[in-house]
C-alpha cells in the first residue's frame, strides 16, 4: 500500500532501522531515533543506485513523491540522479565559498601582484574594508543592486560624494574580476553609475599670479622648520611632479651624470616611467640634500623611520605654517602653477608641457610619438621654468 501521511507520522522507532515502502523506489528509513528518511532506488546500466531526499516533515510526501519522479525521468534518459545531486551540491558550495569579501581578496592580491602603487593599494584596501563591513560575507552572485546601493547612498548621507563614488567603481573592479574569472555573471554596479550625486570636484588651490608666487618662493627661502621640508618644497615648485611621487622617490632613481631622474611605474598614477630632467637649481637642491639624507634609500625620509617616507600632510603643513591656507595653495599645486604659467608663455608646445606633467596620451601611436618628440624642448622648458622662478623670487 502507497504511503501516507498519517502513516508516517504513525511510524515508531525500533531497536534497529527498518525500511517502509511508498512505490516506484521510494521509501522511509525509520532510524532507532526516531528520524525518518526519504531515499529511493533506481538502477543504471546494470547498477543500482540509491539517493537520499531528505527527512519527514521537512520534505513531504508530496515532494519526496516529486523528487522521486524527477530522479526516474533522469534515468529513462541515463542521467545519474546521484551524480545531479552532487553537482548541485558542489555548486553550492563554490557560491557559498565565493563571497564577495573572498573574491575581493584575491582582487586586491592580483593588483597588488601587478605592482600597483602603495598608495592605489592602501585606497583600494580602504574602500573594500567598507563594502565587506555591510556585504562582505555574502555570496558575490547573490548581491544585487540594490544592496549596493544601500551602502553607497549611506557614505553619501554623509556627504561624502567622491567617497561614494569611487566605492562605487571599486566594488564594479572587483564584478568585473569575478566576470572574467567565472565567480559571477554580471556588474550589478554598472545601472548606479547614475543612482550617485554627481559632486563637483573643487580644483586644487594654486597660485598663478606672478607677483604673489614670487612670495611664496621667498616665503619658502625663509621656511624655519626641516631643512628637507623646505627642500622638498622648492622642488616640487621646480619639477612639477606630484607630492606623492616626490615623497617617495629614491636615490637611485637619480642619474647625476645624465642629469634625470626616473620615476619607475610602480610610483606613478599611470603605471607608466616618467623621466625628468634635473635643471641647474634642482641639482644645487639635491646636492644639499645628499648631504642631509643621502646615507639612506629614501629623498625625505621620516623622522620616525629611515625606511619611510615623511607623510602627505608634511609639505602642506609647511604651507600652513608659512601662512597659506588650503584656499590658496597646496603641494599639488605646483603643477598647476607651472601648467598655467608655461601654457600663457606661449613658448612651448601643449605636447611637451602635458608630457612633463605626466599626463598619458591614451591613443598609443601619439603617446609613443610624444615620449620621444619633446625630450630636447622638455630639458629646455625645465631650464626655463627653473629660471623664471628664480626671476619671480627675486621680483619685489
Known amino acids: 500500500m502507497p504511503l501516507t501521511d498519517l502513516k508516517i507520522k504513525n511510524l515508531k522507532p525500533k531497536d534497529k532501522p527498518y525500511k517502509v515502502s511508498d512505490f516506484d523506489g521510494l521509501y522511509v528509513l525509520v532510524n532507532p531515533?526516531?528520524?525518518?528518511?526519504?531515499?529511493?532506488?533506481?538502477?543504471?546500466h546494470g547498477k543500482e543506485g540509491l539517493?537520499?531526499?531528505?527527512?519527514?516533515?521537512?520534505?513531504?510526501?508530496?515532494?519526496?513523491r516529486q523528487l522521486r519522479d524527477e530522479a526516474r525521468a533522469q534515468v529513462a534518459v541515463e542521467i545519474d540522479p546521484s551524480e545531479v545531486k552532487r553537482e548541485k551540491a558542489a555548486l553550492i558550495k563554490q557560491k557559498h565559498a565565493n563571497t564577495f569579501e573572498s573574491v575581493a581578496e584575491n582582487y586586491l592580491n592580483k593588483i597588488t601582484i601587478e605592482g600597483r602603487a602603495e598608495a592605489t593599494l592602501k585606497k583600494v584596501a580602504s574602500f573594500?574594508?567598507?563594502?565587506?563591513?555591510?556585504?562582505?560575507q555574502k555570496p558575490i552572485t547573490e548581491l544585487s543592486a540594490a544592496t549596493i546601493l544601500k551602502t553607497l547612498k549611506n557614505v553619501e548621507a554623509?556627504?561624502?560624494?567622491?567617497?561614494?563614488?569611487?566605492?562605487?567603481?571599486?566594488?564594479?573592479?572587483?564584478?568585473?574580476?569575478?566576470?572574467?574569472?567565472?565567480?559571477?555573471?554580471n556588474d550589478p554596479t554598472?545601472?548606479?553609475?547614475?543612482?550617485?550625486?554627481?559632486?563637483?570636484?573643487?580644483?586644487?588651490?594654486?597660485?598663478t599670479d606672478k607677483i604673489k608666487l614670487g612670495?611664496?618662493?621667498?616665503?619658502?627661502?625663509?621656511?624655519?622648520g626641516q631643512v628637507t621640508t623646505r627642500i622638498g618644497l622648492e622642488l616640487l615648485a621646480i619639477l612639477a611632479t606630484r607630492p606623492g611621487e616626490m615623497r617617495g622617490a629614491e636615490w637611485a632613481e637619480f642619474d647625476f651624470d645624465a642629469?634625470?631622474?626616473?620615476?619607475?611605474?610602480?610610483?606613478?598614477?599611470?603605471?607608466?616611467?616618467?623621466t625628468v630632467p634635473l635643471p641647474k637649481r634642482a641639482l644645487e637642491l639635491l646636492a644639499e640634500l645628499k648631504n642631509l639624507t643621502g646615507w639612506g634609500v629614501l629623498l625625505f625620509p621620516s623622522l620616525r623611520s629611515s625606511k619611510r617616507p615623511i607623510s602627505e600632510n608634511t609639505l602642506n603643513s609647511a604651507l600652513r605654517r608659512m601662512g597659506y591656507t588650503g584656499e590658496e595653495m597646496t603641494s599639488h599645486g605646483f603643477r598647476a602653477t607651472f601648467s598655467t604659467l608655461a601654457n600663457e608663455s606661449g613658448l612651448w608646445h601643449p605636447d611637451a608641457i602635458e608630457r612633463?606633467?605626466?599626463?598619458?596620451?591614451r591613443n598609443e601611436v601619439r603617446r609613443a610619438y610624444a615620449r620621444g618628440a619633446h625630450w630636447d624642448e622638455r630639458v629646455r622648458m625645465a631650464d626655463w621654468w627653473a629660471a623664471e622662478l628664480d626671476c619671480f623670487k627675486k621680483a619685489i
Open 190 to 207: 554598472y545601472p548606479l553609475r547614475d543612482a550617485l550625486i554627481r559632486h563637483k570636484v573643487k580644483s586644487r588651490a594654486a597660485i
Open 33 to 44: 531515533n526516531g528520524s525518518r528518511l526519504w531515499r529511493v532506488k533506481y538502477r543504471l
Open 51 to 64: 539517493l537520499s531526499f531528505g527527512a519527514y516533515p521537512a520534505i513531504s510526501l508530496m515532494q519526496a
Open 356 to 361: 612633463a606633467l605626466a599626463h598619458v596620451e
Open 128 to 136: 573594500l574594508a567598507m563594502a565587506n563591513a555591510d556585504f562582505g
Open 259 to 274: 642629469n634625470i631622474w626616473t620615476i619607475p611605474a610602480a610610483r606613478m598614477k599611470m603605471r607608466m616611467p616618467h
Open 158 to 185: 554623509k556627504g561624502h560624494y567622491e567617497t561614494a563614488k569611487r566605492l562605487r567603481s571599486t566594488v564594479g573592479a572587483v564584478f568585473r574580476y569575478a566576470i572574467a574569472n567565472g565567480l559571477a555573471d
Open 215 to 224: 612670495g611664496l618662493l621667498r616665503a619658502i627661502d625663509g621656511y624655519e
